[in-house]
Structures are given as C-alpha cells and as structure tokens.
C-alpha cells in the first residue's frame, strides 16, 4: 500500500468516526424524548417525532456496520433487476420479458470484499408508478442511498432524461449504467453523453447536471446478453447449431463501483449520513418548534417587557446597551431550552451575531440608536437635578429607547426561532460543522470534489 493510500484511508475513517460522534450527540440530546414513558408534557410530542428519532438511531447502526447502500433506477425493461444480479453473480432478483417484473423496492447483499458490505436495492420502473406515488417512493430511495446506478438502455429518452435530473436533486453521486450494449455495438460512451447534453440544450438543469456527471461516470454493460447462435462440430463430422447465452458482460462497472468506494466510499458513506441526520434533526425542531408555539410567543413577550423596562430605566449608557445584549443571549438561550435544543453560551452568541449581521443592518442601526439615546439620558440624568423639565426629557428619551430596545429583542426572539427551527447543527460535532469538514477535504478528481458546490448549498 502507498503512502498516499494509507493517507485516503485514515482521512475516510477520520470522517465516519466523525460522523458517527455527530450522531451519537444528537442522540443524547433528544434522550428525554426516547425513554419509553416520557413526561406528560412531552408525549405528545415524542410520538411525533419518533420517525425522526427512528432515521438518527438506523443512520447510525448503518455506520457501525459500514454498510454502503447503492440504489438502481430506470425506465421498465431497461434491466435493473438483472445489472444487480450481474454484480452480485446470482441470479436473486426476478427478471423476464413482461414489463414492471419488479413491484417494489427490493435489496440484495453484495460482498465483493473487504470492511464494506453493499446493499443492493432494486426499484420500480420510473414510468410504471403513476404520479405522488412514483414521486415519493423515487424520493425515499434516493435518500437512503449513497450511490446511484441510474440504467438506460438504447436511445435515452426524454422521459428518462428528465426522471435523470429529479434523481439528481438527491444530490447523491449518480453512474449511468448503459445496458444491453451486445444489442448496440455502435454506442460509446462520448455519443451518450453528447446525446444527453442535446436532450438538455439551454436547461440551467442540464447544466449542473453535466457538472455532477461526466463521462466518466458512464458504464457500459450487458446484463443478461441475448443468446447466440453458435456452430458445434461433433468428432465424427456431425455439425449442429445451438443457441448459448454469453456471460455478462459486467466487469466495467464492477470495476467502476470498487473504484469509488475504495477511493471514496467511507466518506460517501458518512456525508450521505449526516445530510439525512440534518434532516431529521431539522423535522424534530420544527415539530417541537410547532407543538410549543404559544409558550415561545409569551416567552419572547416576558423578555421584550423585561428588557424595554430595564434599558429604559438605567441611567448609565453603556450599561443598558451592554444589559439589553445580555438580555437577547439569554432569550435564545430561554428559547433552545423551552424547546429542548442544546444550546451552549458560545453557540447563543455566535447565533445572535448572526442575526444582527443578517438583519440588513437594522438590528444593527437599532443598537446604534440605543447608544445614542442612552448617552444622552445619561447626560439629561446628571444634569437634571431637581429641574422638572430635564426629569421629563429623561423620562421621554428612557420611552424611547425602551420601545427601540424591546422591538429589538422581539426581532431577535423571532428570528433564533427560524435559526433553532434548522435542527441542532453548530458545534464541534454538529452535522453540519462536519459536513462542511468532510467537502473541504475531499481530493480533486472525485464524485464528491463535483458535489461539494451542490452539497454546500444544501446547507444553507
């Protein structure tokens, strides 16, 4: 093994340690929705997101076990069923004539070596299952896998062209599986690839869809090659002609898959993931966030009095500036614990940076405000003495900067709101901290280097 070999392989298991410490966290912070009889309070909402817990808790065991899922896609009759059967080297999945052989997903373990074991699941004709229907189930698949085989066969049509870019949107690193070619002799991969490119002329699609799948990503295959008539000459003279069935014609593709997981694969394994524990974890504080609404809503309201009555009433400039900043940090910091999201000091900082940055200066031009007005309470304040009038321009000017300071706080309360409503991301473990890891490590040259783009803006 060469030493840039060993340096890709500590880097691939660096990220799975990494993604699995990221989803162990994530688990311990929703433990109290896990116990088998909750609070109260609570179980209405751990039914809730249980399916969501359920994809923390299988994402993890599928790290555990390095278990690669690799999902096939296609138009009916194109040959799914029988490319997987190809690579696994038995025949396990039905296959035959009739179209829509396959009525469901199905999977198949494929070991062809080494830690990685690959799952092999086998789809329904994208143009056999009718509408939500297809949709939803091409989503669901998609999700889980972290590789697709997308299978064509002859011509690719429009159809096919079209259900190719909707799988794209799994942002999933895609082969395009080029089957039956003892039928088409005359195909390369160069023609194909020119043929998709025409089938998306001036699409912003087909644009990025080139950027994710390049030539190289194309496979030629002849799953389940049609017999052949062949000339058997017995010793005694006698001649017969006999029709045999070629063996498949599937090393290029084992080839190819081999490839990108030994080069690739723990990462693909990892990122893929940490995107769906990214998800999950956004579906739980959203419900949470649904479920305690009104709780939040007079949370928010406490903070916005509280703090507009102490800025307004403190004599001392910098001091109802500096109390109205602690203030906001605690209502975020109010906020992650009524919902039960971690949420630690730094992290409540970092966010409520975020807002007043993200604001379009108002938050900002707001705490200016505050700081002026506060410097000049604080002058009406020693000069007032017993002067009535000095007293009621500081009481006016404290009104004033109670009203800026508590609209601010309402801002910022409703604002972290939308910020804890993407799940729990930030941190050392967070999955988002480390997704971004994994993509700015990635070699040039890969499936993931072209998806980092794609990937990143996921993020988002």
């Known amino acids: 093994m060469t030493q840039s070999q060993a340096k890709r392989i500590d880097l691939q298991e660096s990220h799975l340690n990494r993604a699995r410490a990221s989803i162990r966290q994530a688990l311990s912070w929703y433990g109290h929705l896990r116990k088998p009889n909750p609070q109260p309070a609570k179980l209405e909402l751990a039914g809730l997101v249980k399916p969501d817990l359920e994809v923390l808790t299988s994402t993890l065991n599928k790290l555990e076990t390095n278990v690669i899922c690799i999902a096939a896609f296609g138009l009916v009759s194109r040959g799914k069923s029988a490319v997987l059967n190809a690579l696994v080297g038995q025949k396990i999945l039905p296959t035959g004539p009739l179209h829509g052989v396959t009525q469901y997903p199905r999977s198949v373990r494929w ?46 049509t429009r159809t096919e062209y079209q259900a190719l870019c909707e799988l794209r949107q799994a942002q999933k690193p895609l082969i395009l599986v080029f089957n039956k070619i003892d039928l088409y002799p005359e195909t390369d991969r160069e023609a194909i690839y020119k043929n998709l490119q025409q089938l998306g002329a001036g699409s912003p699609t087909a644009r990025r869809l080139q950027q994710l799948l390049s030539s190289d990503e194309i496979v030629m295959v002849a799953a389940e090659p049609a017999a052949e008539e062949v000339r058997v000459e017995y010793p005694d003279g006698q001649v017969v002609y006999e029709w045999e069935t070629p063996p498949p014609q599937i090393a290029e593709l084992q080839q190819k898959i081999l490839h990108v997981l030994n080069r690739e694969g723990r990462s693909l394994l990892a990122l893929n993931a940490l995107l769906q524990v990214k998800d999950a974890e956004a579906a739980i504080a959203g419900k949470t966030l649904d479920r305690l609404h009104e709780a ?4 928010i309201w406490q903070y916005t009095k509280y703090k507009a009555l102490a800025v307004g009433l403190n004599p001392i400039a910098v001091l109802d500036v500096l109390g109205g900043f602690v203030a906001d940090l605690a209502l975020i910091r109010a906020l992650a614990k009524l919902y039960n999201l971690p949420m630690t000091g730094f992290e409540a900082t970092k966010l409520l940076r975020t807002i007043l940055f993200s604001s379009g200066g108002l938050l900002l031009s707001e705490l200016g405000s505050g700081m002026l007005m506060g410097l000049g309470k604080s002058a009406t304040a020693i000069a007032s003495g017993d002067n009535p009038f000095n007293i009621t321009a500081f009481a006016g000017t404290a009104i004033a900067q109670g009203g800026i300071a508590g609209y601010g706080t309402y801002a910022v309360g409703k604002a972290a709101q939308v910020y804890l409503e993407k799940g729990c991301s930030w941190g050392q473990f967070g999955a988002s901290t480390v997704i971004q890891e994994i993509l700015s490590q990635v070699e040039p040259n890969t499936i993931l280097y072209r998806l980092r783009l794609e990937l990143g803006q996921h993020l988002s």
């Open 296 to 299: 939040a809503e007079d949370l």
């Open 111 to 156: 070991n062809p070596g080494g830690k990685v074991q690959i799952e092999l699941i086998d789809t329904p004709g994208l143009d056999e299952i009718e509408g939500q229907a297809r949709a939803q189930m091409a989503k669901d698949v998609a999700r889980q896998a972290d590789l697709i085989l997308f299978v064509v066969a002859g011509d690719i």
